[in-house]
């Protein structure tokens, strides 16, 4: 072997470990990871219904039928879920499509959301018995939404909180799962 081709494995041998560490995970892994991450909410799963209320901009109360279905999407990395209040007379008063995610590298999770006319994405924490995520509302405030899971029964409470004043809740919804579903990963466009 020639000296020149003995100092280039040497030296290709050398960089090689640190070429590799900086080299970026496979598509398999990065997806390996997220759908383990996003594994501990299977237990959102399903169809919902049940009832809920929440505050007009006026602060009268408005009870509806609320619906969620919720499953996975891209290969279980993420969750989608959406949700239908509906009035008394059947018309739709709410409706609302979510996206739960995780950042793998930041360690951090997010609920992106779009109703109303509104979305963004907002902070979401996993909780022993559900989740927290918060909205902006203001200057200095915030809507906080609070769940709790236990078996087949959903309770979540929003809560509008501003800076030096008491939480005021707006919103509650008391579900049941109905069914299991294959939403939205079914009716996928297949290539024939």
């Given at each position: 072997?020639k000296l020149s081709s003995i100092v280039l494995a040497s030296v290709f041998a050398a ?53 969620e279905r919720i499953g996975p999407f891209l290969e279980g ?116």
């Open positions: 072997m960089v090689s470990p640190t070429a590799q560490a900086q080299m970026p995970e496979s598509p398999a892994v990065l997806v390996a990871k997220q759908r383990d991450a996003m594994a501990q909410f299977s237990y959102l799963e399903g169809v919902w219904r049940g009832t809920a209320w929440t505050l007009d901009a006026t602060g009268k109360r408005l009870e509806m039928t609320q619906t990395t993420v969750r989608m879920i959406e949700g239908r209040g509906y009035m008394a007379d059947g018309s739709l008063g709410f409706h609302a499509l979510g996206v739960l995610s995780h950042d793998l590298a930041k360690k951090t999770w997010s609920l992106r959301s779009w109703g109303q006319g509104r979305g963004g994405e907002f902070p979401f924490t996993p909780t022993t018995d559900g989740y927290v995520w918060t909205t902006p509302a203001g200057p200095n405030a915030t809507i906080r939404y609070t769940a709790v899971f236990k078996g087949d029964t959903w309770r979540e409470i929003a809560e509008y909180v501003a800076e030096g004043r008491a939480a005021r809740q707006i919103f509650e919804m008391n579900l049941m799962r109905v069914s299991a579903t294959t939403w939205p990963e079914d009716g996928a466009v297949l290539l024939k």
